[in-house]
């Protein structure tokens, strides 16, 4: 009897998900997530682990969601904490699998996981693969991986003139048996991470996270028709406060909980009824650039993250990572990061100038902490932005930002940084607040 492995990693929806599409459907199904034992343990230069405690959680909320989609359509799924080649290899096995499946992914480390286990498999299994979750594919992009453009402008043109975004397809009604002798489930989160089990968001965060494709697809419905902020993206994206300045789709499509082309065609319905606009236009924009730095990491490799190893994280370095550099605009974006696992795109911006251009850090050990901190880690965007900032990637210009004029034109009242730092919140409104501690601590007894 036929059986196919679904090895899913970050493509934790059904809907326009290749993995769940079959010209002939194999007798059995058996879906598998391995949570990779290595993301428990600390990163290099640091005493965190790869995937912090914010992130797990969301990871096992999109887990639990996917399962039961899947019960409903007849199958189920699979979760275990271990090496993942390892584990899928021997599942491959143990069952018969005639064809493994897992979605390319931009990292290195995925790369190689995905070549070791084309030699683990027996002979007669197939391994598939596919580029789900992008708005274009390999075979739709109009040069190769290899010829991929320098910069983002270039491969744009390139992509707008003479490729189409395919529409998403929808989810499976119904999907093949779970074989009997295959076991079901997947441990407690508490079990795997007491800490992730605990987490829970601040209380002053605008928005909270929580992790399933239903969830990314209520997010969808509400930016777009319920509030029709899609209208004011271009106006409102660089925003500090509120739940709705930003899209906050990120960390569903880091994730796979909503793919590219889900969001492409609900902008583009809203458009058919509302009218195009530079704001809808440009949440279109964002996608491609997602798209773009996916291909460039594919491109580069193991080179994305830097020649030299990591040295072990300074005092300047933890205070970055802790909110507490005596800049206040600075200190409120950290102390967002870890309390919420997300932070704006202007506030990545600064912070990462910041460390690389004033404090002289490593960007490699920046990216490190928002590969632990962030709920929407994405390897690609991750480390392609920080690249772009520290002006050793494919711009060496690097980009320095002046982080009090940031501060004065984006938090120009101070409500930001009192949001974050109470402490300053006695202080007038405006630059007050935004100067460094030293100058400001002799207005304000408490310590920051």
């Avoid at 583009?268 to 997602?290: C, K, N, P, Q, T």
Wanted: charged share 25%; with cysteine.
């Amino acid at each position: 009897m036929s059986l196919t492995l679904l090895w899913l990693r970050h493509d934790l929806r059904l809907a326009d998900n290749p993995m769940f599409q079959f010209e002939s459907p194999p007798e059995h199904l058996l879906c598998v997530h391995v949570l990779d034992r290595a993301w428990l343990s600390p990163l290099p230069g640091l005493d965190v682990p790869r995937i912090g405690p914010a992130r797990l959680r969301f990871l096992w909320e999109s887990l639990i969601t996917l399962r039961g989609e899947l019960l409903r359509r007849g199958s189920d799924l699979l979760v275990r904490v271990g090496d993942p080649v390892t584990v899928v290899a021997d599942l491959a096995a143990r069952h018969g699998a005639s064809q493994v499946r897992v979605r390319r992914e931009a990292g290195w480390d995925e790369a190689q996981a995905s070549a070791r286990l084309a030699e683990r498999l027996g002979e007669g299994v197939e391994l598939w693969q596919s580029d789900g979750g992008l708005l274009y594919d390999e075979a739709r992009l109009p040069m190769s991986v290899a010829a991929l453009p320098r910069s983002f402008s270039a491969f744009r043109r390139r992509v707008e003139r003479d490729a189409v975004v395919p529409g998403a397809t929808p989810a499976p009604v119904t999907l093949p048996p779970w074989p009997e002798a295959a076991p079901r489930g997947f441990p407690a989160l508490g079990k795997v991470c007491s800490l992730a089990a605990r987490w829970a968001c601040d209380d002053r965060a605008s928005f909270r996270f929580a992790g399933g494709e239903a969830q990314g697809l209520a997010r969808l419905e509400h930016y777009l028709w319920q509030t029709g902020a899609v209208a004011r993206y271009k106006q409102t994206r660089n925003g500090l406060l509120g739940a709705d300045f930003s899209t906050r789709f990120s960390p569903w499509l880091a994730h796979g909980c909503l793919s590219a082309r889900q969001v492409h065609d609900a902008v583009r319905a809203w458009e058919a009824e509302h009218g195009a606009s530079e704001s809808s236009d440009w949440v279109i924009f964002e996608l491609l650039w997602r798209d773009y730095f996916h291909w460039a990491a594919r491109q580069e490799g193991a080179a994305l993250f830097g020649a030299r190893r990591l040295v072990p994280a300074d005092e300047p370095f933890r205070a970055w990572c802790e909110g507490r550099t005596g800049l206040p605009f600075i200190d409120a974006a950290m102390r967002e990061l870890a309390a919420t696992g997300w932070l704006s795109n202007r506030a990545r911006q600064n912070v990462a100038s910041y460390l690389v251009h004033e404090l002289g850090g490593d960007w490699r050990l920046g990216a490190a902490w928002f590969e632990h901190a962030l709920l929407d880690f994405d390897v690609a965007s991750n480390w392609g932005n920080w690249r772009y900032v520290a002006g050793v990637g494919r711009d060496p210009r690097g980009h320095r930002f002046d982080v009090l004029w940031q501060a004065e034109r984006y938090d120009p009242e101070g409500s930001y940084v009192s949001h974050w730092l109470p402490h300053l919140a006695k202080l007038p409104p405006g630059s007050a607040r935004h100067r460094p501690w030293s100058v400001v601590k002799e207005h304000h007894q408490e310590t920051p």
